[in-house]
């Protein structure tokens, strides 16, 4: 069986959460919430039809959906969105799932599992973040990679459902990841167009299907990463005034916060016009996030995010810019690419003033952790799987698992190991 140490049950979703960011649905439950849905619920044709059915008028906000019972306007689909009602329980959906927030009255959304007996005594039925709505519920079990993002060591690595089977995906450039218990800390995907820049429009014509969705797929990935490192910079600017550093680390940083949201909304904009749905990020959990802020774990943190994390972002955009075809992505990518490298170049200023501020002790254990860093991310590239894509979609900026393991490779190699060096004074271990 798949371990899950410490379960508690969340109030507001009512899935059994693990310790280890494993969260499943044990039991069918009852959702609750806290917003009531419009007046007049479940007034004039609000009983008719099974909840989670479109209503039959368009709307604009969930007043509008005051005939249907639980009225809500789902906005999925941006060009004419639909009243449909809320669930309680799973027999408000036609063989779906009553997903619950605690906010909102429940969603229907697919289902593959409703409960962990429907995945077997090795499975659990765990939510999957949707692109373009609500979790979705699929089995997972010991034939799975992952079950959860800390089970992805690869540098802003997620754990995603690929073809029925939980697979790593790193085929992504993570910018700053926000690094929470060692894990990656990612918002989900939201249907929202205010993170959105409609006049990014690149072209669809030659793509399949297929194609558009797998690359809406990878944009919106982008930008819950880069959505993601703007939070990152946000709790390092506040590092960086709790340890009195120099202004003009600050200012670096105020710029690269600027930096992560512009990219988040060119990640997101590229994902809602490959996928003609709008998409940007939901709520983004930041608990945890301020645990340990003395300067050697400061130093430790940025080693990871920055000094690899940025310097792996850096080079893997300027990849993909090289390998695109398209204008607008090539455009997006190269503004990706220049200000990563920016922002690898902060983390390794900060670190040269961080050696200065420590004792030789200090100094000898962040050589320790930076040696300790390359070589793990070094084997992980090495040994972690690498998933093969279409190679036209190079041409929209998403790069194979074989180019993408020889740029990690170089970067920590070629790049990232002899500029500790050079900042240690010695050689890390491996450099040349």
């Known amino acids: 069986m798949l371990a ?35 007046l007049n619920d479940g007034g004039a044709g609000g009983e008719a039809g099974a909840a989670g059915a479109p209503g039959s008028v368009g709307c604009f906000t969930d007043a509008d959906c005051r005939s249907v019972l639980r009225g809500y306007c789902d906005n999925t689909d941006q060009v004419e969105p639909q009243c449909r009602s809320g669930c309680l329980t799973d027999s408000d959906c036609d063989g779906g799932v009553c997903a619950c927030n605690g906010i ?28 373009c709505g609500p979790d979705t519920f699929h089995c997972i079990t010991l034939k799975d990679e992952c079950a959860t993002t800390a089970d992805c060591k690869l540098v802003g690595g997620v754990c995603q459902l690929q073809n029925g089977r939980h697979v790593c995906q790193g085929n992504a450039v993570c910018g700053r990841p926000f690094l929470i218990a060692d894990a990656p800390r990612l918002a989900a995907i939201a249907a929202r167009a205010d993170w959105l820049d409609a006049t990014l429009a690149p072209e669809l014509g030659d793509l399949t299907p297929v194609q558009r969705a797998q ?17 990152a910079f946000a709790r390092f600017n506040l590092q960086l005034l709790s340890l009195g550093a120099p202004s003009d680390l600050i200012e670096a940083c105020n710029r690269a916060l600027t930096d992560e949201t512009a990219h988040a ?18 709520a983004l959990d930041i608990g945890r996030c301020f645990e340990e802020n003395d300067l050697l774990s400061i130093a430790k943190l940025v080693l990871r995010e920055g000094c690899v994390g940025e310097t792996v972002a850096s080079l893997e955009a300027i990849a993909a810019a090289e390998a695109a075809c398209d204008p607008v992505v090539v455009r997006a990518l190269t503004r990706i690419a220049r200000d990563e490298l920016n922002h690898a170049q902060l983390a390794f200023e900060f670190l040269r ?9 200090v100094r000898q254990e962040l050589e320790n952790e930076a040696n300790e860093q390359l070589a793990r991310f070094e084997s992980e590239v090495l040994n972690g799987s690498r998933n093969q894509t279409d190679a036209a979609l190079a041409q929209h900026g998403l790069l194979d698992g074989d180019a993408l393991r020889t740029i990690h ?10 500029l500790l060096a050079a900042l240690f004074g010695v050689g890390v271990s491996g450099a040349a």
């Open 353 to 361: 003033w961080a050696l200065t501020q420590s004792s030789a002790e």
């Open 4 to 38: 899950c140490p410490n379960p508690t049950i969340d109030p507001k979703t009512k899935l059994t959460s693990c310790s280890n960011g494993l969260r499943h649905r044990a039991q069918p439950t009852t959702c609750s919430y806290t917003n009531p849905p419009p």
């Open 409 to 418: 490779l170089a970067a920590a190699r070629d790049v990232a190991r002899p």
């Open 104 to 131: 909102d009255s429940g969603r229907c959304t697919y289902a593959e599992c409703r409960t962990d007996a429907d995945c077997g005594t090795d499975g659990y039925c765990a939510p999957e973040p949707g692109i």
């Open 215 to 231: 690359l809406a797929a990878h944009w919106a990935r982008l930008g819950q990463m880069e959505h993601a490192s703007i939070a």
């Open 265 to 282: 909304r060119l990640c997101f904009s590229l994902a809602s016009a490959y996928g003609a749905t709008a998409v940007g990020p939901a």
